[in-house]
């Protein structure tokens, strides 16, 4: 038995060398984000690749918890934060929804840009999935229990975010697209205020 656990003590030793080289290497390019904002494509998947939604939009992302995403098709809802509330909005309902912001990583992956680089390591366990060139994908699972998902992926080109894919338990997968992405430009001061003015410009059709 002592022989055993000797042997498999250099695996467990590099495995955590692994995972801590891999959260490094992302807590870094997390930090030089400072704010995101761009369009996105959003497709839902079931156990088999069936395509079961498809949706478009753009969002806004800056660190503090704010961010702000708005699904244009195919139905129109938004869903923002100042750091502190969350408002969801739903056009067709015509329904405004108010909660304070769970700052849970596993529970809010639209904060892992917006959050506190430095909590991702203690909400996720991480490791280093796929590497092209510039191109590199890691692996997100969550700590907790009873998570909303099982897995997050995601890719970076060089220092600009691509993609997100997460997976939950019975294997539907959600994966989102980034384009025309803007990086660290400071947004407009009142961009994540109380939205329930951006919620009656959204109703009204006025798009910025």
């Known amino acids: ?10 695996a467990v030793l590099l495995a955590s060398t692994a995972w801590a080289g891999a959260t490094d290497d992302l ?3 997390l930090q030089t984000l400072k704010s995101m904002k761009g369009q996105f494509e959003q497709v839902v998947l079931d156990q088999g690749g069936t395509h079961m939604q498809e949706a478009t939009g753009r969002f806004q992302v800056a660190r503090g918890n704010q961010f702000y995403w708005l699904t244009e098709t195919p139905y129109e809802q938004m869903a923002a934060s100042d750091g502190e509330t969350v408002w969801v909005y739903d056009a067709d309902l015509e329904q405004v929804v108010v909660r304070p912001l769970n700052e849970n990583l596993s529970e809010t ?3 892992l840009f917006g959050g506190d680089p430095s909590a991702v390591g203690k909400a996720f366990r991480v490791e280093e999935q796929d590497r092209n060139g510039d191109n590199i994908t890691y692996r997100l699972k969550p700590r907790g229990s009873d998570p909303l998902f099982e897995t997050l992926d ?5 220092q600009r975010p691509v993609s997100m ?3 939950d338990a019975l294997g539907q997968k959600t994966v989102i697209d980034f384009r025309d992405l803007t990086l660290n430009k400071a947004p407009a001061a009142d961009r994540f205020d109380s939205q329930e003015d951006q919620m009656a410009t959204v109703q009204n059709g006025d798009r910025e």
């Not at 038995?1 to 250099?10: C, D, E, G, N």
């Not at 995601?154 to 060089?158: K, L, M, P, Q």
């Open 1 to 10: 038995m002592k022989t055993l656990l000797l042997s498999l003590a250099p």
């Open 154 to 158: 995601v890719t970076f080109d060089g």
């Open 27 to 29: 807590l870094d390019r």
């Open 109 to 111: 992956p639209a904060l």
């Open 165 to 167: 894919r997460l997976e």
